[in-house]
Nanobody, 124 residues
Framework: QVQLVESGGGLVQAGGSLRLSCAVTRRTLNNYAMGWFRQAPGKEREFVAA????????HYADSVKGRFTISRDSTKNTVYLQMNNLKPEDTAVYYCAADPTLYTDYVPDHFGSWGQGTQVTVSS
């Protein structure tokens, strides 16, 4: 079973940047499509970004397009989410997710493995 460990969350002012990391262990990153989701208090978990196994397909939620960048480094078995120009509405727990197949509906149910989450708080 693949294990995912997120890091890089924290408190940042609006307009600032953070880079989240998701370390993949027990399995090889190349075997998985990867996604980032987030969940704010009282809200459902929502899609943020996804990247295919090859890195050739990348998709973003409209709310983060142009501000967030997902990438993967197979040499480090790690996926990243670079978040720039952060807004208070980006405040949430961010989760890394993995699945051998990238389904283009980008729903949480189509990702079989999840990390524990990392808190991102953006102050105004």
């Amino acid at each position: 079973q693949v294990q995912l460990v997120e890091s890089g969350g924290g408190l940042v002012q609006a307009g600032g940047s953070l880079r989240l990391s998701c370390a993949v262990t027990r399995r090889t990153l190349n075997n998985y499509a990867m996604g980032w989701f987030r969940q704010a208090p009282g809200k459902e978990r929502e899609f943020v970004a996804a990247i295919s196994r090859s890195g050739g397909t990348i998709h973003y939620a409209d709310s983060v397009k142009g501000r967030f960048t997902i990438s993967r480094d197979s040499t480090k078995n790690t996926v990243y989410l670079q978040m720039n120009n952060l807004k208070p509405e980006d405040t949430a727990v961010y989760y890394c997710a993995a699945d051998p197949t990238l389904y283009t509906d980008y729903v949480p149910d189509h990702f079989g493995s999840w990390g524990q989450g990392t808190q991102v708080t953006v102050s105004s």
